[in-house]
C-alpha cells in the first residue's frame, strides 16, 4: 500500500481496497479523458476502461495528456493503455479503439461508474441513457476556451438533457478552443466526483451544475 | 431587467441556455416559444444576443444565461 500512502487521511485504507474492486469507464481519451484516466489510474481504482476511435494529431498536444510528438497518428486507446501500465501495474486497463454506443453494453456491463469524456453533445446524451440502462451513475463535463462545467447524472435523473439541446453537436468550443489549463481543472473535478460516487460519498453535484470561469474565476452552482 | 449570465461572455452572438426559475412569472412566456421542457432548460436560442433575451424578459433575477459547452 506505500503507493497510495499519500492518499491515506483523505482516501481511507478501506475506501483503497474498495477502490481496487471498482470500475470506471472513461469514454474520450482526449483532452478531459487523459486527464480523468491518468488519476484514476494514480488513484488505485482496480480497473479502467477506455474508448476512443481516435488517433492523437498534432493539434492535440497543446492540452491532451498522453499526446506526445512521438504518438502522433497512433491510436489514444492504445497509447493510453500502455502508458497507464507504466504509471499503475497493478490495475486492470481495458482499452478499445472505437466509439462506445448501446450496443457495447456488454462491455461495460460491470461498470460502476461512467465518465463523459466526449466532444459531441449527441454523444453525451447516448451516454446517459446508456448509464441509465446499466442503472449506475454518470460524471459528466465540458469544456470551452476558459469555461467549463460539470455534473453528476444518477439513472432517471436527466440532467444532461436540461443543458443540452439535441440538435446541436458542438457548444461555443468551436470558437473558443480548448486550452490546457481547462481540461485538466474539469478532468481533477470529474475524477473527484467518480471518487464519491465508487464511496458512495454524496455528491453536491448530483442535479447542479458546476459552471466554472477560469477568465475571473467565479464557480458557480447552479440547481437543476 | 436583471440578466444573470455565468461563465461566459454576453458579447457572443452564439447559441446559449437559458435557466429559469420555476416560479417565474415568465415561464410562460418561455414555453410558449419553441423550445422544450419544463423547469429550467428552456430555450437554446440560436444567435441570441443580450438584446433579444431582454426581448424576452421582464423584471426577474432569475433568468441565467449560459453557454452551450460541448468541448471534451
Redesign the interface.
Known amino acids: 500500500m506505500e503507493r497510495y500512502l499519500r492518499n491515506q487521511s483523505t482516501i481511507s485504507i478501506e475506501n483503497q481496497k474498495l477502490l481496487k474492486q471498482k470500475t470506471v469507464v472513461v469514454v474520450g481519451c482526449g483532452g478531459l479523458g487523459g486527464h480523468v484516466i491518468e488519476q484514476c489510474a494514480r488513484l488505485g481504482i482496480g480497473r479502467i476502461i477506455c474508448y476512443d476511435s481516435d488517433v492523437f494529431d498534432t493539434s492535440n498536444l497543446n492540452r491532451q495528456r498522453f499526446s506526445t510528438e512521438d504518438v502522433i497518428g497512433k491510436s489514444k486507446a492504445e497509447i493510453v493503455k500502455e502508458e497507464l501500465n507504466r504509471i499503475n501495474s497493478e490495475i486492470e486497463v481495458i482499452s478499445y479503439s472505437k466509439r462506445l454506443d448501446l450496443d457495447c453494453m456488454d462491455e461495460v456491463k460491470d461498470a460502476h461508474c461512467i465518465v463523459d469524456a466526449v466532444d459531441r453533445i449527441s454523444t453525451r446524451l447516448m451516454l446517459q441513457q446508456l448509464a441509465k440502462q446499466l442503472n449506475v451513475p454518470l460524471v459528466s463535463a465540458s469544456i470551452a476556451g476558459w469555461y467549463g462545467q460539470c455534473t453528476v447524472v444518477y439513472p432517471h435523473d436527466d440532467t444532461l438533457s436540461k443543458i443540452y439541446p439535441s440538435d446541436v453537436e458542438q457548444g461555443i468550443e468551436t470558437e473558443l478552443g480548448n486550452p490546457s489549463f481547462t481540461p485538466a481543472l474539469l478532468a481533477a473535478i470529474e475524477t473527484a466526483e467518480v471518487t464519491k460516487v465508487l464511496l458512495n460519498i454524496p455528491s453536491d453535484l448530483r442535479h447542479q451544475l458546476l459552471v466554472v470561469n477560469l477568465l475571473h474565476h467565479e464557480y458557480t452552482v447552479i440547481r437543476l | 431587467m436583471k440578466l444573470r449570465y ?3 461572455n454576453p458579447e ?1 452572438p ?2 446559449v ?1 437559458v ?1 429559469l426559475n420555476e416560479d417565474t412569472v415568465l415561464k410562460d412566456v418561455l414555453i410558449a416559444t419553441p423550445f ?2 419544463i ?3 428552456l430555450s ?1 436560442l440560436s444567435g441570441t444576443t443580450k438584446i433579444t433575451l431582454e426581448d424576452l424578459v421582464s423584471d426577474s433575477d432569475d433568468i ?1 444565461v ?7
Do not use: D, R, T
Open positions: 455565468i461563465g461566459i457572443l452564439k447559441e441556455i435557466l422544450n421542457s423547469k429550467k432548460q437554446f441565467l449560459l453557454h452551450v459547452l460541448g468541448g471534451g
